[in-house]
C-alpha cells in the first residue's frame, strides 16, 4: 500500500467518471469515492453508491458515520466490490454532517472513533484509515490533535490523512472552512516526527510540485483536492516524479481520445455525457485554447445533443 500521492475525496466532484478520468492520467495516485454514509449503504442502492470501474484501482471507500456496527457492515460491504481502503471521515465540518453525528465533530470523541475503527478492522482484512483535521474551532492546543491520533491508533489505524487547518463547526461554510482557517502544517510534520510508525498523510492547500516536494521530506504523502480537480494534468507527472516511472506521460489529446471512448461505452448505458465532461474543464488549464476547450464541453446546447464526438470536436479547437 502506498499513500505518497491522494486525490482528496470531494463531494459532489470524485464520482466514478471523475476517478476514471484522473486514472487515464496516473496510474498510481491513490483515489478516494466521495464520502458515502453508512446509513446510506444500509438502507439504499448498494450497486449505485458502490461500483465502479476496475481501471480506478487504487481506490478507497470514504466513510461517514458514528455507528461502529453500521459502519462495519458498510465497510464489509465496500470490501466485498473490491475497495483497497476503507477511510473513515471526522473532517467534514458541514453542520448537515454534523446532524448525522459524524464527520469533524467526531474529533472530539476519540473513544468513539476508537470503537468504530476497531468494528471496521475486525470485519475487513483491508486497511481501515482515518481523515480528519488538526483541531476545532479556535483552539490551536496541539495535544487535542495529539491525543486523538494516538487513542486511534491504538485502536488499530495505522494510517492518518491530516488536513492541517482547524474545523470551524459553527459559522463558517465548507467552503469557507477550506480557506479562512489558517494552515498549519508544523502540526502534521510534528505528528510525523513524535508518531514515526504511522503513516501521516498531509492535506490542504498544496497546489504545484514546488510545495508538494517540500511537504513529502516531512510527511510520508500528500493528498491534493482542488488544485487536482482544477488542474487536472497536473497528475499526469505523478507517476514519473514520485515512483520512478519512465514512460512518458500521456498526452492531453491522448486523454480526451480515451474519455472519447469511455463517454461512448458510458452512454450506451444510459450516461449522460454532462457527467463526464464536467470533470474534464481543467484539462487545459493554463493552455492556449483552454477556454475554448472549457467553452464547448459546458454548451448546454452541444450537451443536449448527447454526442460523445463533442470531445473530439473540442480538442480539435485547442490542438489545432
Known amino acids: 500500500?502506498?499513500?505518497?500521492?491522494?486525490?482528496?475525496?470531494?463531494m459532489d466532484w470524485t464520482?466514478?467518471?471523475?476517478?476514471y478520468f484522473f486514472r487515464l492520467l496516473s496510474r498510481r495516485a491513490r483515489l478516494y469515492t466521495e464520502m458515502i454514509t453508512a446509513p446510506a449503504l444500509h438502507h439504499g442502492d448498494v450497486p449505485r453508491h458502490l461500483d465502479f470501474d476496475p481501471a480506478e484501482h487504487p481506490l478507497a471507500l470514504q466513510l461517514g458515520g458514528s455507528d461502529p456496527a453500521q459502519l462495519a457492515h458498510a465497510a464489509r460491504l465496500g470490501e466485498r466490490w473490491g475497495y483497497d481502503e476503507i477511510n473513515l471521515n471526522c473532517g467534514c465540518p458541514s453542520e448537515r454532517v454534523?446532524?448525522?453525528s459524524f464527520g469533524a465533530c467526531l474529533m472530539a470523541e476519540p473513544g468513539l472513533v476508537s470503537d468504530c475503527v476497531r468494528a471496521m478492522r475486525d470485519a475487513v482484512s483491508v486497511p481501515v484509515t482515518v481523515k480528519h483535521r488538526i483541531g476545532l474551532d479556535a483552539s490551536d492546543d496541539y495535544a487535542f490533535v495529539r491525543d486523538f491520533v494516538g487513542a486511534v491508533s491504538d485502536a488499530g489505524c495505522s494510517v492518518f490523512i491530516v488536513h492541517a487547518r482547524n474545523a470551524v463547526l459553527k459559522g463558517l461554510s465548507p467552503k469557507e472552512n477550506r480557506e479562512i482557517p489558517p494552515l498549519r502544517y508544523d502540526v502534521v510534520r510534528r505528528l510525523k516526527r513524535e508518531f514515526p510508525a504511522l503513516t501521516i498523510v498531509l492535506n490542504g492547500g498544496l497546489v504545484d510540485w514546488e510545495?508538494?516536494?517540500?511537504?513529502l521530506a516531512n510527511v510520508d504523502g500528500v493528498m491534493l483536492g482542488r488544485a487536482a480537480y482544477h488542474d487536472p494534468y497536473l497528475l499526469a507527472d505523478v507517476d514519473r516524479r514520485l515512483f520512478g516511472e519512465t514512460a512518458p506521460p500521456p498526452s492531453r489529446a491522448e486523454?480526451?481520445?480515451?474519455?472519447?471512448?469511455?463517454?461512448?461505452a458510458q452512454h450506451s448505458r444510459g450516461?449522460?455525457?454532462?457527467?463526464?465532461?464536467?470533470?474534464?474543464?481543467?484539462?487545459y488549464h493554463g493552455v492556449r485554447g483552454g477556454r475554448r476547450f472549457r467553452q464547448m464541453l459546458s454548451d448546454a446546447t452541444?450537451?443536449?445533443?448527447?454526442?460523445?464526438?463533442?470531445?473530439?470536436?473540442?480538442?480539435?479547437?485547442?490542438?489545432?
Open 1 to 10: 500500500m502506498d499513500w505518497r500521492f491522494c486525490v482528496a475525496p470531494m
Open 15 to 19: 464520482d466514478r467518471h471523475c476517478r
Open 98 to 100: 454534523q446532524t448525522g
Open 211 to 215: 510545495a508538494i516536494e517540500r511537504e
Open 255 to 264: 486523454i480526451v481520445e480515451e474519455l472519447t471512448s469511455y463517454a461512448r
Open 271 to 283: 450516461v449522460s455525457l454532462r457527467a463526464i465532461t464536467r470533470h474534464v474543464l481543467g484539462l
Open 302 to 320: 452541444q450537451l443536449r445533443a448527447e454526442n460523445p464526438a463533442l470531445l473530439a470536436a473540442a480538442l480539435r479547437e485547442v490542438e489545432c
